[in-house]
């Protein structure tokens, strides 16, 4: 059973520093690039980072750029974000993505959210 499970969520105040988590199972995680997405309330999903299987590549949104580290620990099957000097903006629900494209398929799999309030 695939399991994507997000940690890490919270209330901060602006300036303020995350690190959340994300425990993968249930598929070979090291073969998969791994995304962080966050949906604030009333608008779309956006694509924060993203990291390539190895860890070797990297790319951020340009909101974040500077402010947020996507990483990774394949012997942990667990990926990262540390975000610094949140900001109010960045307040969302942040959802953790697993991707996998074949020449036939593209294999997705996405956890339930967690939430980041930046707030004073």
């Known amino acids: 059973q695939v399991q994507l499970v997000e940690s890490g969520g919270g209330m901060v105040q602006p300036g303020e520093s995350l690190r959340l988590s994300c425990a993968a199972s249930?598929?070979?995680?090291?073969?998969?690039?791994m995304r962080w997405y966050r949906q604030a309330p009333g608008k779309e999903r956006d694509l924060v980072a993203q990291?390539?299987?190895?860890?070797?590549?990297?790319n951020y949104s340009d909101s974040v750029k500077g402010r947020f580290t996507i990483s990774r620990d394949n012997a942990k099957n667990t990926v990262y974000l540390q975000m610094n000097s949140l900001k109010p903006e960045d307040t969302a629900v942040y959802y953790c993505?697993?991707?996998?494209?074949?020449?036939?398929?593209?294999?997705?799999?996405w956890g339930q959210g967690t939430q980041v309030t930046v707030s004073s």
């Open positions: 990291i390539s299987s190895g860890g070797s590549f990297t």
């Open positions: 249930g598929f070979t995680f090291s073969s998969y690039a």
């Open positions: 993505n697993a991707i996998r494209r074949t020449s036939y398929r593209v294999y997705e799999y």
